[in-house]
């Protein structure tokens, strides 16, 4: 994998020396990660005018499961405890000659910038802007092979809740159960808080799970992710409990399905990201649902589980192949519940058979 990391490097390099700086310091965890294939506790990534560097305040790899950074890159481990690493890079950058160094100023805090234009005054600071944001944004197979096992092993969790009795027990010692099944299917951890909601509490979005107790006839909806060597993944699926639905569970159940099923089978290259909220938001505006919906339909998922693109009312920008998004329309009514449902899936062309589904845990009203 080294290569892959030098290459993913030097294309940042090549867009740094375009925008007039020959140095760049990365801070944000996801992006050093991304970079250099690991991001230790505070880490930075130096890309410098003679040496790429990885600081850190600790030897990476000590800690069980963590994962060690590219081979390739000198890891340089700071003298003083407590010193930031970010500091330390800006210096190292005037020590190699730079002039101008690209930080990522969305990450740094207004002290922490102070700090590295005090420590190396001649030393121009740039804004590197979301640059390594959006060259995360488009997935290599190795990416989507990580995101593909972590679907697999939350569709493989949830398919177990599923075959054991819910009825009594809480929101939060089934959100519990689920995330210990994702480490024993080999997740690094969740992708995110496990949110269980039942009865009215259903269908709401982020939902913290309470010490509520699953009810018959109680909607469940349960939306839970799986981290697979950093990648993170999302599934969102809602049943009912003990009994055949009532005809009111079915018509939303089945409104927010067409709903979903609009904004998967709008995911093509090229395709607008607005269009793909508006092809999910248009189904259940239509029935009447426009006001309490959710601010955006779907998102981008890779080493954060909510990152670029946005399928969002207002979004800017088109879709690309290998882009893997979510597709999460939901209605939740109050005092009664609701209804969410949510795919991780892979833009692939037409000619490829269009959007890749990775997460494949049936969508049927199932009455548990």
């Not at 805090?109 to 700090?115: K, Q």
Request: proline residues 6%; aromatic residues 4%; hydrophobic residues 40%.
């Amino acid at each position: 994998m080294s290569e892959v990391y030098v290459a993913r490097r030097e294309r940042l390099r090549e867009r740094c020396a375009a925008g007039g700086s020959a140095s760049a310091l990365v801070s944000r965890p996801a992006n050093v990660r991304y970079l250099a294939g690991a991001a230790p506790q505070g880490a930075v990534l130096l890309l410098g005018r003679t040496e790429d560097l990885l600081l850190c305040g600790r030897p990476p790899g000590d800690d069980q499961g963590e994962e060690r950074p590219d081979d390739g890159l000198r890891v340089h481990l700071l003298d003083a405890s407590g010193a930031d690493p970010a500091v330390a890079g800006a210096d190292l950058a005037a020590a190699q000659g730079a002039d101008s160094l690209a930080v990522e100023e969305h990450d740094l805090t207004v002290a922490r910038h102070r700090a590295l234009g005090s420590v190396a005054p001649r030393l121009r600071l740039a804004d590197l802007g979301g640059a390594v944001e959006q060259q995360r944004l488009v997935k290599d197979e190795e990416e989507i092979s990580c995101l593909r096992i972590g679907s697999e092993i939350a569709d493989q969790a949830l398919g177990e809740l599923l075959e054991s009795i819910l009825v009594g027990r809480t929101e939060r010692h089934l959100a519990l159960e689920l995330e210990r099944r994702l480490v024993d299917h080999g997740a690094d951890g969740p992708a995110f808080p496990t949110s269980v909601a039942t009865g009215p509490n259903s269908g709401r979005g982020a939902h913290r799970p309470s010490d509520r107790r699953v009810e018959e006839g109680d909607f469940l909806s349960v939306c839970l992710g799986a981290s697979y060597r950093g990648y993170r993944c999302e599934i969102g699926r809602t049943f009912v409990i003990g009994t055949s639905p009532a005809d009111w569970q079915i018509e939303l159940y089945d409104l927010v399905f067409a709903a979903q099923r609009a904004g998967r089978e709008a995911l093509a290259p090229g395709a607008a990201y607005r269009d793909i909220d508006r092809a999910a938001r248009h189904v259940l505006d239509s029935a009447g649902y426009a006001d309490g919906l959710p601010p955006l339909m779907g998102h981008g998922v890779g080493l954060e589980i909510d990152e670029d693109p946005q399928l969002a009312p207002a979004a800017m920008g088109k879709l690309d192949a290998c882009v893997p998004v979510t597709v999460e329309p939901g209605v939740h009514i109050p005092g009664r519940g609701g209804v969410r449902i949510d795919d991780t899936l892979v833009v692939r062309p037409e000619a490829d058979g269009g959007p890749e589904l990775l997460t494949i845990t049936t969508k049927e009203l199932l009455a548990l």
